[in-house]
Nanobody
Framework: QVQLVESGGGSVQAGGSLILACTAS??????????IAWLRQAPGKEREGISC?????????YYSDPVKGRFTISSDDVKNTVFLEMKNVKPENPAVYYC???????????????????????WGQGTQVTVSS
């Protein structure tokens, strides 16, 4: 049974940094083809994909325009965990941050497709990030 558990959320000052973790169980990152994404949902807004790592494309990483250059996604096969390092967090960034996974091969989908929430089958419970100014 695939499970994803997010951790690391909390309060951060605008301009500060935070690292979120998504620990997977039920499959091994070094054993299957997968894509794991980080998505967020701010109050009153739709859920949006912000970053993805795709093992089918050699670990290719995707970022949405609002976070490109500030957020970094990475994976640790030993810990079976995908991280999202958030730098220069902006006041408009508070949201519930989710990680989500899809197993299998995803090739030639493109950034928009890989960041599309509907692509993902397994979801964590979410972790709240609040930003203080």
């Amino acid at each position: 049974q695939v499970q994803l558990v997010e951790s690391g959320g909390g309060s951060v000052q605008a301009g500060g940094s935070l690292i979120l973790a998504c620990t997977a169980s039920g499959f091994a990152l070094d054993g299957v083809s997968y894509a794991i994404a980080w998505l967020r949902q701010a109050p009153g807004k739709e859920r949006e994909g912000i970053s993805c790592i795709n093992s089918s494309e050699g670990g290719r990483k995707y970022y949405s325009d609002p976070v490109k250059g500030r957020f970094t996604i990475s994976s640790d096969d030993v810990k079976n965990t995908v991280f999202l390092e958030m730098k220069n967090v902006k006041p408009e960034n508070p949201a519930v941050y989710y990680c989500a996974a899809v197993l299998g091969i995803n090739i030639g989908v493109g950034r928009q497709g890989m960041l599309e929430p509907g692509r993902y089958c397994y979801w964590g419970q979410g972790t709240q990030v609040t930003v203080s100014s």
